[in-house]
């Protein structure tokens, strides 16, 4: 449990404890919650969890929960320094997407889900109709399901903008389902904390001419970019700090050409930097060479000014490090200066 966490638990329940506030009820089982439209049913705090999606595993160590955890997988970057420990412990069933038979080895109580594409209708590792059968709850964040569509787009086309409450959501409702309310109260009270901070760095400067792209990766340098489209998390980040997304698709990672976007001139370019290699342009680096000797990019005024900020894959996905992410977005545009 990372150390700032820790002091503000133990204040706040300091606090509690010498007030008349009341204590996070104790979670009475069986609990059923509604996720996403459908209807989980738990009958204990889970013994055992498997998770697919970094976010809901660092989410569930932040909890305090992560010695629960039989296995993880889809990894975008390396775990938090201060969950290194803990994660060390917990099987890592695949870098990427895990078979349905390497979740269901595990006895599961709890399959936390960040990406429906991966548990859904169309699921690459099931449907949730299918661990049903097997008495195994599902749980998918609800920041991918809640005013989105992810049968339109491949990585799903938002309906509505995206919702930063839905992160506390599923921060509230893991701690309910785990009965460890009081943390999540904490938890919550931290990444708003660090929210207001990230505009606090803002204040007073007019960002109304500032814009920016989010460059996920690339199946190939070659081709088009996969950026961040409008409505979407990395789009909230921007609207958050004041700063207008270039890219004007509904779709959440849609594929944009460098001439629309050389064209559309954005003043900072935000590259993901990420240790998972699926596409060549997984690798940052390679992604800075690109922009650099690119006839089309090396033109950008982000290029030619070096406003290129390097920011982890999942600061820019609905989890925890969304949070810091801010943080580190708020400070480039304070400065000027491309923060890495």
């Known amino acids: 449990m990372p150390a700032r966490f ?4 133990a204040a706040a329940l ?8 009341v204590h996070a009820a104790a979670t009475h089982y069986p609990l059923t919650i509604d996720n996403c439209g459908v209807p989980q049913t738990f009958a204990q705090a889970p013994a055992r969890a498997v998770t697919i999606g970094q976010a809901g595993t660092e989410m569930l160590y932040a909890l305090g929960v992560g010695d629960k955890l039989a296995g993880t997988s889809l990894w975008f970057n390396d775990v938090l320094p201060e969950f290194k420990a803990q994660n060390a412990k917990v099987p890592r069933l695949a870098d990427n997407d895990p078979s349905f038979e390497s979740v269901t ?5 709890l399959l936390t889900v960040q990406f429906e594409w991966m548990v859904g209708p169309q699921g690459v590792v099931g449907t949730r109709e ?3 059968e097997l008495n195994i709850p599902t749980y998918l964040l609800p920041s991918d399901c809640e005013g989105k569509d992810n049968l339109v787009g491949a990585d799903g086309t938002r309906t509505t903008p995206f919702q930063v409450d839905t992160i506390y959501k599923s921060v509230s409702q893991l701690a309910a389902i785990f009965d460890v309310q009081d943390r999540g109260t904490a938890l919550n009270a931290e990444l708003k904390g660090q929210l207001d901070n990230a505009r606090a760095q803002l204040s007073g400067k007019d960002l109304s001419s500032t814009s920016a792209v989010f460059w996920f990766s690339s199946a190939d340098l070659d081709i088009d970019p996969y950026v961040a489209g409008r409505s979407g998390v ?3 980040m921007l609207q958050t700090l004041g700063v207008r997304n270039v890219v004007e698709s509904n779709e959440e990672w849609p594929s944009v050409g460098w001439e629309t976007l050389a064209k559309a001139n954005p003043t900072w370019v935000i590259i993901a930097r990420m240790d998972r290699r699926r596409f060549p342009a997984d690798d940052y680096l390679k992604k800075l060479e690109f922009l650099q000797n690119d006839p089309v990019t090396r033109n950008m005024d982000a290029v030619k000014n070096k406003r290129i900020i390097i ?9 925890i490090r969304l949070f810091r992410g ?3 977005l708020s400070s480039a545009f304070a400065s000027g200066k491309a923060a890495q």
């Open 6 to 9: 820790t002091a503000l638990l």
């Open 14 to 21: 300091s606090g509690l404890s010498l007030t008349a506030q």
């Open 105 to 109: 080895q595990q006895r599961p109580q």
């Open 130 to 132: 299918q661990f049903a």
């Open 234 to 236: 990395a789009d909230f």
């Open 311 to 319: 920011l982890d894959a999942d600061a820019m996905q609905a989890g």
């Open 326 to 328: 801010l943080e580190t």
